[in-house]
């Protein structure tokens, strides 16, 4: 049986990755730092979405997208498994937006979801 690579949980589209990029060149990372991408409680819809520069924690699962290290609590694969984030810079909206395909209700603002 031939060993299969783990899914990657999240993903960044083309745009959001260039936006992170830019973030982490006008102000350099602490050494051990990387984006965190998660979940917490709260929110109108129940979950809100996280995201961060942080240190790795020991509960942390660490992937690699487009060159960038991602840190995300391993509990959070549930809610997170093949999400997408993007960055919108347009008049309706801007910033980072998340598509989670395990989100049953989200919020107007998009910012917190339920599954």
Known sequence: MQATELETPVRLTETAAGEIRKIMAA???????????????????GMSYMLGFDRKREQDIAFDVDGITIYMDRRHGLYLMGTTVDY???????????????????????????S
């Not at 347009?90 to 979801?113: E, Y």
């Open 27 to 45: 102000k350099p990372l602490p050494e051990g730092f990387a984006l965190r991408v998660g979940v917490r409680g709260g929110g109108c819809s």
């Open 88 to 114: 919108q810079d347009g008049l309706q909206a801007r910033g980072f937006t998340f598509d989670n395909p395990n989100a049953t209700s989200t919020c107007g603002c998009g910012s917190s979801f339920s």
